[in-house]
C-alpha cells in the first residue's frame, strides 16, 4: 500500500500510523539487539567456553559490520528507494537472528552477528529519510521526536529486554524473539511503508568509495579491538597507519565527488561538528557501563540474570521519562546548555556507581541508574535534533547518516574499551570502565557547554531552515 501523498508533503494519516508502527519495531529490534545480549554474556562466555574479554566481540561484531556499511545503505536507499532497501534488510535482519539462536559455538555466533550487522544497516541508513517522507512538514518535527525516543529507549533497555526473556528462556531466545517480531514488521511494512518517487536518478553507487569506508573504519576499529584485547603492538600499528592511509584517500575522494559518501562539508558547521562530538562521548560513556555493569552485577554482587536486568531497568525508564520532557524544552532552551546538564547528571551517576560500597543494597544501585538515564535522556533528543537542524534541509539525509555513525562509532569503541579495562585491570575492570565512562561522559558535558555560543546556521521563520553558508 503506497500513496502519491508521500511525494508531495507527507501520507495520509491511517497509513502514516502504521508507517511509524512499522519503523517503531523494526529500529527497536535493530537498536535493542546491539544491548540486548550484554546481561547474557558471561552466560555464553561460559556456555560457548569463551573468555570474558573474548566475548565482548558478540557485541563488537554486530556493532562493526553496521558502521562499515551505514553511509553505504544510505546510498543504496537514495538510488533505489528508501522501502526497497528497508525492507531487505528487515528480512536479512530476521534471518540472521534466527542464526544466532541456532549458534552452537562462538565464532558461529560471531559470523551470524555480522551478517545480522548488515540487515541492521540497511534499517539504521534509511530511517530517518522514511520518517520524512511520511510526516508532513509542520509535523516532522513529532516524527523525529518519536523516532529519538524509540532509539533512545532501545539502546538503553536491552538489559531490561534480556531479563524478561532470559526469566523465561535461555540465551539462544534473545535473537530467535526477533524472528516473529521480524516477520510482522515485514508485513506492516509492505502494507504501509511509502515509497520515494523522486529517487536520484543521477547518481551511482560508488563501490571505491564504500570500499574505502568500509577500510577506514574497519581498521580504527579493529586496531582498538585489537587494543583492548593486548593484540601485537605492530600490528596495531601497521593497523592504524592503514586506516589513516585509507581515511585520507577516502576523504579527498569524497571532496571531489557530486553525491559524496560521507558528507565531509557538514563538519565545516561549528554547531554540527561539535554536537557530533557530544554524541559520539556520550554513547561510548553509555556502553563502557552497559557492557561493565552486567559483569559487575552477575560476578560481583552475585546477582543472577533476572536480577540484573531488573536492576538495570531504572535506566531506561528514567530515559523515557525524561526524553520526553527534554523533547518539549527543545527550542525553548539553548541545546548546549540542555545538553550539558543532562551530560553532567550522566556523569554524577556514572561516578556515583564506580564507587557503590562493597555490598550495595537494591535501592543504593537503583537510584544510581535512576541518575544515569534521567541525564542521558535530557540530552539525547535536543542533540539529535540539533544534529539535523544545524545542516542545510537538502542535506538532511548526510546529516542522518552522520548521526548513526557517531553513535554506532561511539557505541562500538566503548564495548571494546571495555574489554581492554578487563585486560588491564583483571578483576578491577568494572570499576575502571564505569571510572571511565564517567570521564567520557564529563568530556561530552564541556563539549556541549561549548555549543551555547554557536549560532545555528539554519534558523529562519516557521521553524524551516535556510541553507547554511
Known amino acids: 500500500m503506497t500513496s502519491n501523498y508521500a511525494y508531495a508533503d507527507g501520507i495520509p494519516t491511517p497509513q502514516r500510523y502504521g508507517a511509524i508502527l512499522t519503523i ?111 510526516y508532513p512538514s509542520r509535523l516532522l518535527g513529532r516524527g523525529m521526536a518519536i523516532n529519538t525516543l524509540v532509539v533512545a529507549v532501545s539502546t538503553a533497555a536491552g538489559p531490561t529486554v534480556a531479563a524478561g526473556v532470559l526469566a523465561v528462556a535461555s540465551w539462544e531466545w534473545l535473537f530467535a524473539i526477533n524472528v516473529p517480531i521480524g516477520l510482522l514488521a515485514l508485513y506492516l511494512g509492505h502494507r504501509f511503508l511509502p515509497a520515494n518517487a523522486q529517487k536520484n536518478t543521477g547518481q551511482r553507487f560508488n563501490t571505491f568509495s564504500a570500499v574505502m569506508n568500509a577500510l577506514t573504519f574497519g581498521l580504527l576499529l579493529s586496531a582498538l579491538g585489537g587494543f583492548s584485547q593486548r593484540v601485537g603492538g605492530q600490528w596495531i600499528v601497521a593497523e592504524l597507519i592503514l586506516a589513516v592511509i585509507a581515511g585520507v584517500i577516502f576523504v579527498k575522494h569524497q571532496l571531489s565527488q557530486t553525491w559524496p559518501l560521507l558528507p565531509v562539508d557538514l563538519l565545516r ?47 531506561p525508564l528514567a530515559t523515557m521519562l525524561l526524553a520526553l520532557l527534554a523533547g518539549r524544552l527543545i527550542g525553548r532552551v539553548n541545546s548546549g546548555l540542555l545538553g550539558a546538564i543532562g551530560l553532567g547528571v550522566f556523569a554524577t551517576g556514572l561516578f556515583s556507581l564506580a564507587w557503590l560500597p562493597a555490598a550495595p543494597g537494591d535501592g543504593e544501585i537503583i537510584w544510581r541508574m535512576m541518575l544515569c538515564g534521567a541525564g542521558f535522556g535530557l540530552f539525547q533528543s535536543p542533540n539529535n535534533h540539533t544534529i539535523i537542524t544545524s545542516a542545510p534541509r537538502n542535506r538532511s539525509g548526510g546529516a542522518s547518516g552522520m548521526l548513526g555513525t557517531a553513535r554506532l562509532f561511539g557505541q562500538t569503541s566503548g564495548a571494546a574499551l571495555v574489554a581492554l579495562m578487563f585486560n588491564l585491570f583483571g ?35 516557521a521553524g524551516e531552515s535556510p541553507q547554511a553558508k
Open 427 to 461: 578483576n578491577h575492570g568494572n570499576h575502571a570502565s564505569l571510572v571511565l565512562a564517567g570521564v567520557f561522559a564529563t568530556a561530552a558535558a564541556l563539549v556541549s557547554a561549548l555549543r551555547i555560543t554557536q549560532p545555528n546556521p539554519q534558523r529562519q521563520s
Open 24 to 134: 517503531a519495531i523494526s529500529i527497536s529490534i535493530a537498536v535493542l539487539d546491539g544491548a540486548i545480549a550484554n546481561v547474557a554474556l558471561p552466560t555464553i562466555a561460559r556456555e560457548l567456553h569463551a573468555s570474558p574479554a573474548t566475548s565482548i566481540w558478540v557485541i563488537n561484531a554486530y556493532q562493526l559490520a553496521i558502521i562499515m556499511t551505514l553511509l553505504s545503505f544510505a546510498t543504496l536507499g537514495d538510488i533505489y528507494g528508501y522501502r526497497r532497501v528497508y525492507q531487505y534488510g528487515l528480512a536479512v535482519f530476521s534471518l540472521m537472528s534466527l542464526a544466532c539462536a541456532l549458534s552452537d559455538s562462538l565464532w558461529m555466533l560471531i559470523g551470524a552477528r555480522v551478517l545480522q550487522g548488515l540487515g541492521a544497516a540497511a534499517l539504521m541508513s534509511i530511517n530517518t529519510a522514511l520518517i520524512r517522507i511520511i
Open 269 to 315: 558547521i561549528p554547531l554540527f561538528s561539535l554536537s557530533l562530538c557530544t554524541s559520539i562521548c556520550s554513547f561510548c560513556a553509555q556502553m563502557l557501563a552497559m557492557v561493565s555493569l552486567p559483569f559487575y552485577l552477575q560476578s560481583v554482587l552475585g546477582r543472577n540474570e533476572v536480577a540484573t536486568g531488573l536492576l538495570l531497568t531504572p535506566w
